[in-house]
């Protein structure tokens, strides 16, 4: 048994009818590299089930202690079945890119079964209409629950079954997984009682380590080399109420070489910057559109992984955050990269002072079961509704792999990301990198934003108005921008195997 961390935790505790708290990605991939040239369903179950030991989420549950007097606890689940985590769906005809968003969001708006191991695949086949892709590609939609994991262990999961060349070989080495038996109701009760003696002498360990970098953070800010600014409230938007059941999802993909040759259009600018500004010119169109744009800037909260060389497989969140201004308010797209830069160095200045993983750890000092009904009470009175949003939206960032993927021998063509929205957060932007592509994917409520394809499209505006600033200033112009569709890959068979 393994226990949870707050962190963790508090993704159960916020998990309602509405508001499901899963993260995942949908990747598409062209069965023409597979033995054969195609890939079948049972060959899909048996190619996962020999690499279930990649990746401990795959086969454990969630036990949960009574009343919530303490954290829930991870177990080896007894009764893990597969082939009920893995399900095959098929588009109807014609079978084009808005079928598989809408097909994504209705998957995505389905809460999962938290007595069972807290991840689902679904295979997507029929995608037979979407231009830049061969007829026969497949897609594979991933749902992990967020308690079992962040953004970079979800990388570690999603290595677990993949490969670098169309080899279906087997892993060759014995699986030593075993199941446990279910925990009695008087061992958890046991447990919480002692975790609750404990309590007090974490919240002054957890205290004491964060005393230097608070010290650290006020001379920073008396001396004016850090200022404040981010932690002020966000102003309220559309994105910023309650959520319903439904949800909308689209992804636009962009050339990676673009965006790097766009950041060097301000000194020190990162890829992310970068990114962080296309989102906020997209929300500035979007809100636009709806007469709706606030006169202070929208902000986003980034996470950032605390994540250490030696816990990379590890279970669970290990993430603190920063919050970033977005630059809504600034019509010159080159001028909000500068803002966004600017924003972005503050609130990493600020987060280093103190530390990200104390900030982390603070999410330790809550109660199990405070935290728990905290949660409920939150969503059940409407409490979003009565104060200022701490941001406005989330983006998050996941480098993937820059050389070609294989999952059951089909090589992967596209890579995108969901995740959960919230009372108070109805817009996520998760970014995914791989191979030479860089896309920003985006989930959001469908009461919320219920023209999805006018937001995709504000994102492509948005990168555009940013290229044509930097243009503007003399610099070298980036390469022409890809359309809003995976590009069509190279065929395998001209190639040595494993190359890409």
């Keep these: 048994m393994q226990q949870l961390s707050a962190m963790d935790a508090s993704f159960v ?51 949960r202690v009574p009343f919530d007097l303490d954290h829930p606890y991870w177990i080896e689940d007894p009764e893990f079945d597969l082939e009920f985590h893995v399900r095959h769906i098929a588009l109807p005809k014609p079978g084009d890119w808005r079928q598989l968003c809408i097909q994504a969001a209705r998957l995505h708006a389905r809460p999962m079964d938290l007595t069972k191991p807290l991840w689902e695949f679904t295979v997507i086949e029929g995608l037979d209409n979407i231009p830049g892709l061969p007829p026969g590609c497949f897609a594979l ?18 290595a677990a079954v993949h490969s670098i060349t169309p080899d279906t070989t087997a892993p060759a080495d014995d699986d030593p997984w075993e199941a446990e038996n279910m925990p009695h109701v008087a061992d ?51 994105f910023n ?9 689209d992804a636009v993909p962009f050339s990676l070489k673009e965006i790097r040759a766009l950041k060097e259009a301000v000194p020190d600018a990162t890829v992310n910057d970068v990114v962080l500004s296309i989102v906020g010119g997209a929300l500035r169109r979007y809100l636009q559109s709806k007469d709706e744009l606030p006169k202070e800037t929208l902000t986003a909260m980034a996470p950032i992984s605390v994540r250490q060389e030696g816990e990379k497989a590890a279970l669970g969140n290990l993430v603190s955050a920063m919050v970033v201004g977005l630059g809504t308010h600034i019509e010159d797209a080159l001028e909000r990269l500068r803002f966004v830069h600017d924003e972005a160095v503050n609130s990493k200045a600020m987060t280093n002072a103190v530390g990200a993983k104390n900030l982390s750890d603070y999410s330790q000092l809550m109660p199990s079961a405070l935290a728990g009904l905290a949660a409920r ?13 701490a941001y406005n939206c989330v983006v998050t960032n996941v480098p993937g792999s820059r050389v070609p993927l294989y999952f059951c021998g089909a090589k992967m063509v596209g890579m995108y990301g969901t995740g959960p929205v ?79």
């Design 13 to 63: 505790y916020l998990e309602t009818p509405h508001t499901p708290m899963h993260i995942g990605s949908v990747a598409i991939y062209d069965p023409s590299t597979a033995p054969g040239g195609f890939v079948r369903f049972k060959d899909i179950l048996a190619f996962i089930a020999a690499r279930l030991r990649g990746a401990r989420s795959f086969r454990q549950r969630l036990v």
């Design 141 to 158: 939609m991933c749902k992990v629950h967020h308690a079992a994991i962040d953004g970079m262990s979800g990388v570690e999961m999603s």
């Design 188 to 238: 958890l009760l046991a447990r919480s009682y002692f975790n609750s003696l404990v309590q007090p002498m974490r919240v002054m360990e957890t205290i004491g380590r964060s005393l230097p970098g608070m010290g650290r953070l006020a001379a920073q800010v008396r001396k004016g080399d850090v200022s404040l600014r981010n932690t002020r409230p966000a102003p309220k938007t559309r």
């Design 241 to 249: 109420g309650t959520v319903g059941a439904h949800r909308v999802w």
């Design 377 to 389: 009470l939150y969503t059940r009175i409407g409490a979003v509704n009565a104060h200022a949003p």
């Design 422 to 500: 919230f009372d108070g957060m109805g817009l996520i932007n998760p970014v995914y990198s791989y191979g030479d592509t860089i896309a920003i994917s985006f989930t959001s409520d469908r009461d919320i934003m219920p023209d999805p394809q006018n937001y995709a499209q504000a994102l492509r505006d948005s990168f555009a108005a940013l290229k044509e600033a930097v243009a503007r200033t003399g610099a070298p112009p980036p390469v022409e921008a890809n359309e809003n569709r995976p590009a069509r890959p190279r065929r395998a068979a001209g190639r040595k195997r494993g190359e890409g």
